[in-house]
């Protein structure tokens, strides 16, 4: 109540940043004639200007950062933690200097950007369009409607960031838009001096798939003219890069996998704009992007626990939680099971192996149905994406799941995984110092957005207002009755010449509905899953008189649906049917005939080819049905289901009544619907049969407060599914960031020697200190046994008095300094003689690089894996009245330090045992893997319970379990068996 009072009084936020923001925009404007009359040439000339201000602006802060980099680097591994802070507050330094001379520069910018988009595209930039562009540069999200130009409104912070010569980012949900977003703007980039790229899915790394914006440059591809193919370091080292969340998530993860700095591609990541931001960061938050490689062969367990669930029948032998999405044996299922497998007791410790193939075996045949949540296409099985219906290609769901899939189809089981890096959307684009995001639907999940990122959502303004029809939902008792009324409805629209738009929620029901609307001789399109290719075509001609389209969700499509069709795209199309060579039409005449045409004007001044005949013609015709489908209302929606999220619903709904057009929407539901059936459709049940509504649907802004109020609960069960899975991953993400800085220090280091001798330092002082400790009365053999390890009696490392005194006369060395400084002595000269041997420092410091990196890399495996092990079944802790999460983050830090010892134990040995050898080259053998995304997918899962390798033994300094009364470190840790890689 207060809330709306003081908006009504004082103005709602968004107006509030509006207004604010409103003195910028007029800025701007104001210096449009100014900018409008300078040549291309002396636009160029301004960016390097700028480039040149924001480099002297930041100086004093860059060489704060630089000497901050060099002190930490001086400190060597593992031992900068204040060195880390001052370098972490200088970086932050830096980027506040930066955007302080961004702010001045702004209005110039932007202006300048606006009229290259004028020359080059004959577009200008409304003034809302403006205000969405500063939004996006203060680091917020921009809510800007469908056809409002999100595209445009990018390139405005794009240029400005890029002025700093880190690097900006453009985040897109598919490989699609990115490269349509270069092809687009790239023009602009061009025109301004700004190098633009984009990097696209090119299955397992390496340099494919990757383009760079050349205006000179002429390809096959008549829709990318001007973009030439170029190395991925090139694409991510031009002044703006597009991509996908997901390639931007596997370059990190593969940069941070690198045995040398050539391997490396990205730059630091400095300032990303994400489209569709609510798709990505929310969306696809609980899905981690996960680089793996093949751990072992398949299971046959998958086969025949497939074979036996088959057997079982719902509420006798399982029940199905659908609000929860979990299903579990009942008494009679379980002695089933345990009769099928001739055992006595199925949840015997025994037979704690086979409780993770039984539960995937249930949740692949109850839970996971073919053709909606995935498909079977060329004998594989492929994940379809909930949220906007693609296929999710080369993605797998985890912890076996997919392979109990494919079991249950019949299929090939792939072979079973082992992690080797992974992070979440969440922390990766937490990364970024500066993040910003737009998309058409926000405003649902603000509160998610800026508790999570620190992002505030804007509502930009629409340039036009929004003249759209929403008409109240419809609901009948039986989906047979839904689609019989969804199917009439349609046929009436189309037959008066309307443009339809259908939305699904799988491809499914999408070919139900298709064969329900040949039967009833309706031709339509159909865009799901297994015919994406089509996908723009599709969209950009749904608008055309009569046209009927089917898809499957629309999030992060990212092409308008334009009344009376595409002109361009049909004009295209009439020009390759009458073989046109369309690549021998200059991109700039194009362009401008098709500018001239929407002003209205001859477009013969910009060609006399005779393709421009063609193009007017198409024009004239497109505008025509434009007008036709104008009088008939505009685009019709129709939601043949609701779903589980708000945003997703809005987005079907704002594909109509673009740009002030008109237009209408309604969503036609029934009872057997899985939202109604998981959330409030008794009470609409018992309104109907109370009433004898049989046939009848009810449509009752009652109906929609049940829904929406359904959507919510939805909603809030997946925001903190989301946010557990966030405190989890907090964890592996800070042990991650020490792990990845610490292979960043060796592979930065010019000498690699002194890192080297850290390491082996940090271990020979710290079981020093251990041996003294254990006092008088400790047998000198047990304490010098770590020592032993290293420095054996027959060992040619260390001279051999060294090696008496460590034998036979401890007692003479009345200080540990005194030990320490004999043995550091000895590290020494077994370094400098290994260097002497290898007669080439270049060599010897690649040869020290690959084993420091390849141990961290072996152990960092080792170490997720262990992670993943108890995350599985850390849920038990709760029945002891044990937080999971507490007790999570505890053992975590307690493998993290046996790992960080394992590390300095490993490297040492192994740099103290190696033998060089010269040879005439060294080729550096980089890691093989296999790139794989894992969902762990919606809802709660069982979880079995799971034997963890070195989850629970205590810390070092912790009373060893044996009861000895010694620390652990002193008794069993050395002790302990090494597990299996």
């Known amino acids: 109540m207060l809330r709306r009072f003081y908006n009504k009084v004082f103005g709602s936020p968004d107006e509030r940043v509006i207004q604010k923001h409103g003195r910028l925009v007029e800025e701007i404007n104001g ?5 409008s009359r300078q040549p291309d040439a002396d636009l160029r000339g301004r960016t390097d200007a700028f480039r040149v201000l924001v480099k002297e602006r930041t100086e004093a802060a860059r060489e704060g950062l630089a000497e901050a980099d060099r002190r930490l680097a001086d400190a060597g591994l593992g031992r900068g933690g204040a060195v880390q802070q001052r370098q972490r507050q200088a970086r932050q330094q830096l980027y506040d200097a930066e955007h302080a001379v961004l702010d001045e520069l702004l209005p110039e910018a932007f202006a300048m950007v606006r009229e290259a988009c004028r020359r080059t595209l004959g577009k200008r930039h409304y003034d809302v369009q403006l205000l969405g562009g500063i939004v996006l540069h203060q680091g917020s999200i921009a809510e800007m409607k469908t056809g409002e130009g999100k595209t445009f409104v990018a390139a405005l912070p794009l240029y400005l960031h890029a002025l700093t010569g880190r690097g900006a980012h453009l985040v897109t949900p598919n490989d699609y838009l990115s490269k349509v977003g270069l092809q687009l703007m790239g ?14 899915n090119q299955g397992g790394g390496g340099e494919a798939g990757s383009f760079i914006f050349d205006p000179d440059f002429r390809t096959s591809d008549d829709r990318y003219l001007s973009l030439r193919p170029c190395s991925r370091r090139e694409a991510y080292a031009a002044d703006i890069t597009y991509g996908t969340n997901n390639e931007f998530g596997f ?44 751990a072992r062969d398949s299971s046959s367990h998958y086969q025949r626990f497939a074979s036996l669930v088959r057997q079982l029948q719902a509420e006798r032998d399982y029940t199905v939680a659908e609000k929860e999405r979990t299903v579990t044996l009942t008494e009679t299922g379980i002695e089933r099971m345990e009769t099928a497998l001739g055992i006595d007791n199925l949840y015997g410790s025994e037979h704690a192996e086979m409780l993770p193939y039984l539960d995937n075996a249930l949740r692949a045949s109850v839970l996971y149905r073919k053709d909606v949540e995935y498909l079977v296409r060329d004998r594989e099985v492929v994940i379809v994406d909930e949220f906007t219906g693609r296929m999710m290609e080369g993605r797998r769901f985890s912890e076996g799941l997919h392979q109990a899939i494919e079991a249950k189809e019949g299929v090939t089981v792939q072979r079973e995984s082992m992690t080797l890096a992974s992070i979440t959307f969440q922390n990766l684009f937490r990364m970024y110092p500066r993040l910003a995001g737009m998309t058409g639907t926000a405003k649902t999940e603000e509160e998610e957005l800026r508790g999570i990122y620190d992002l505030d959502v804007v509502a930009i303004p629409t340039h036009k207002p929004v003249i759209r029809d929403d008409r109240p939902d419809v609901v009948y008792k039986t989906k047979d009755l839904k689609f019989r009324q969804v199917v009439a409805e349609i046929k009436a629209e189309h037959e008066a010449g309307r443009p339809v738009l259908v939305g699904t929620v799988a491809v499914e029901t999408s070919e139900q509905l298709s064969r329900q609307l040949r039967r009833a001789r309706v031709p339509h399109e159909v865009l799901n899953a297994k015919n994406h290719e089509r996908e723009a075509t599709i969209i950009a001609q749904a608008g055309r008189r009569g046209a009927v389209t089917i898809a499957t969700n629309m999030a992060g499509r990212g092409v308008d649906i334009l ?36 002003r209205g004007e001859d477009p013969h001044t910009a060609s006399d080819g005779e393709w421009v005949d063609t193009v007017a013609e198409v024009h004239r015709q497109v505008e025509q049905e434009q007008q036709e489908v104008l009088s008939l209302g505009g685009l019709h929606v129709v939601g043949t289901e609701r779903h589980e999220s708000r945003r997703i619903d809005n987005q079907l709904r704002g594909r109509s009544g673009r740009l002030g057009d008109p237009g209408s929407s309604r969503f036609y539901l029934s009872l057997e619907d899985d939202l109604l059936l998981r959330f409030g459709g008794e ?93 008088e009365e400790e047998d000198a053999d047990e304490a010098l046994r770590p020592l032993r390890a290293f420095f054996p009696p027959d060992s040619t490392r260390l001279p051999v008095p060294l090696l008496e005194v460590l034998e036979e006369e401890r007692e003479a060395l009345r200080t540990e300094s005194e030990m320490e400084t004999i043995l550091l002595g000895g590290i020494d000269d077994a370094l400098a003689a290994k260097r002497e041997q290898c007669n080439n420092d270049d060599l010897f410091g690649q040869v020290l690089g690959d084993v420091m990196l390849g141990t961290i890399d072996s152990l960092w495996t080792r170490h997720l894996t262990d992670l993943d092990h108890l995350r599985e079944g850390i849920g038990l802790r709760a029945v002891g009245q044990i937080q999971p999460i507490v007790a999570y983050k505890q053992e975590a830090f307690n493998m993290y330090s046996l790992l960080q010892t394992d590390i300095l134990e490993q490297t040492a040995r192994t740099l103290l045992a190696l033998q060089l050898q010269v040879a005439q080259t060294m080729v550096r053998r980089q890691p093989a893997f296999d790139r794989v995304h894992l969902n762990r997918q919606n809802g709660a899962q069982a979880t079995p319970p799971v034997q963890r390798r070195r989850s629970a033994q205590p810390g070092r300094n912790d009373p060893c379990p044996c009861g000895s009364g010694r620390k652990f470190k002193h008794c069993h840790m050395r002790k302990r068996p090494v597990p299996a890689s």
Do not use: C
């Open 251 to 294: 370059d990190y993860l593969r940069d941070n996998m690198a045995r040398g700095s050539d391997g490396k591609v990205q730059r630091e990541l400095h300032y990303a704009i994400v489209d569709e931001v609510d798709n990505i960061l929310i969306d696809e938050a609980r899905t981690p992007l996960i680089i793996s490689g093949v």
């Open 683 to 775: 009470r609409v049940s018992r309104i109907m049969d109370r009433f004898k509504m049989e046939d009848a649907p009810i449509e009752a802004g009652m109906i929609d407060r049940v829904i929406e109020n359904a959507q919510v609960k939805v909603e809030g069960f997946y925001f903190d599914s989301r946010k557990n899975v966030l405190q989890y991953d907090e964890v592996v993400n800070e042990q991650r960031t020490a792990i990845y800085e610490q292979r960043q220090l060796i592979l930065g280091a010019a000498d690699r020697v002194p890192i080297a001798r850290a390491m082996i330092a940090d271990l020979v002082s710290d079981q020093i200190a251990d041996a003294f400790e254990l006092g």
């Open 563 to 598: 009344l009376g069709g595409n002109p361009e795209g049909l004009a295209r199309d009439q020009l390759r049917r009458q073989k046109v060579d369309l690549l021998s039409i200059p991109q700039g005449e194009w362009t401008r005939a098709l500018d001239l045409l929407d």
């Open 187 to 200: 023009p602009i980039y061009h025109l301004l001096g700004a190098s633009a790229a984009v990097i696209q």
């Open 31 to 35: 210096l449009e004639p100014e900018v």
